[in-house]
């Protein structure tokens, strides 16, 4: 694929790439075009918002395909909207995909009820490992689809060496970017072909959009809208608006989330009330070497366990400043339970394989100060001692 270089720096992009001029009154920020008719006639080209080109819906595209430095970009109404489309696009029946073992619930959801629908086959890996990817490639494997890092326990793909191995086969490559971010990722210049967003996280930053996206090259993406029109899973243009306002501090956001993190990963490893700590910034983490090399930052997100004298239900119910919530990447502290949440639509043997435990707790750490995000943790944890 063609990587469009970059020529302006990341919160110069984030900031003015992307916005509507104000034609008529010169104000500072893009005006909302919220119309859901326009003309047709002596028009180069016609306008419909479920064709995803008004004028907001082009614009905002434009900052993200910058960000990710690749030709082109969509933007859907939710994460799942962006992943399903993106699938559906380059597989049809008697295709198979190869999927690795670590995803978002949603995901692997679809898959397993969706799939076997549309005559679709699909493998997934054993390990994160190459040769498991290589061992499932079959005659009929049309892609490869990773998540890195991967939701909950932060395990982290090779990207080049899952984009060489495709390259070698034909396949087409996508990645579920949501959990890194354009700001501490960019997979399109390691060789992957599609990029996805739940945009409703980092981009949206503030846990009030539902939205996706996906990057890619004009060809490939040209591929994606010929179903994803059929499909109708556009955003309404208000939303697209919101969107564009918020991914304009991403930079600034993602940064302070990731030096928050790290000092949240390091305080509760060292916790003797802590099991378990997972996040890539951690030397103690398996792929520490892997993830500094594909990311220039470790990101907002961590998960971890307690010993089993805590009460898990209780330290939730006992925070004060941290929010016990659904959805993550939000400029708040949030917590959850994946095995309620996130991915409580598998089975628990399907949990099981991916490692996820019911005392698992999930943590999206935000840009408050992180001495009072200590604090909250250690009182929380202090409560919910087993007597």
Known sequence: MKIKKQKLGLNTVCTHTGEVEDKQFKGAVSPIYLSSSYAFEDIDEKRYPRYFNTPNQQALCKKVAALEHTEA???????????????????????????????????????????????????????????????EIKKNTKVIYIETPSNPLLKITDIRKVAKLAKKHDLVTMIDNTFASPVNQLPATMGIDIVIHSATKYFGGHS??????????????????????????????????????????????????????????????????????????????????LAASQMSGFGGMMSFELKSEYNVSKFFKSLQLIKPSMSLAGVESTMLSPTQTSHALLTPEERKKQGISDGLIRFSVGIEEKQDLISDIKQAIKKSKKK
């Not at 962006?82 to 995901?107: C, E, I, P, R, W």
């Open 73 to 135: 970009a969509m933007i859907f109404g939710s994460g799942m909207a962006a992943v399903s489309t993106s699938l559906l696009a380059f597989l049809h029946k008697g295709d198979h995909v190869v999927l690795q073992n670590a995803l978002y619930g949603g995901t692997m959801n679809l898959v397993l009820e969706e799939f076997d629908k549309y005559g679709i086959e699909y493998s997934f890996t054993q390990s994160l490992n190459i040769k498991d990817f290589k061992k």
């Open 208 to 289: 009030d959009i539902l939205a996706g996206a996906v990057a890619a090259s004009a060809e490939h993406m040209n591929q994606i809208f010929q179903l994803a029109k059929n499909l109708g899973g556009s955003l309404s243009d208000f939303t697209v608006w919101m969107l564009e306002r918020s991914m304009k501090t991403l930079g600034i956001r993602v940064k302070e989330q990731n030096k928050n993190a790290l000092k949240l990963a390091s305080f509760l490893e060292k916790h003797e009330a802590v099991e378990n700590v997972y996040y890539p910034g951690l030397t103690s983490h398996p792929d520490y070497e």
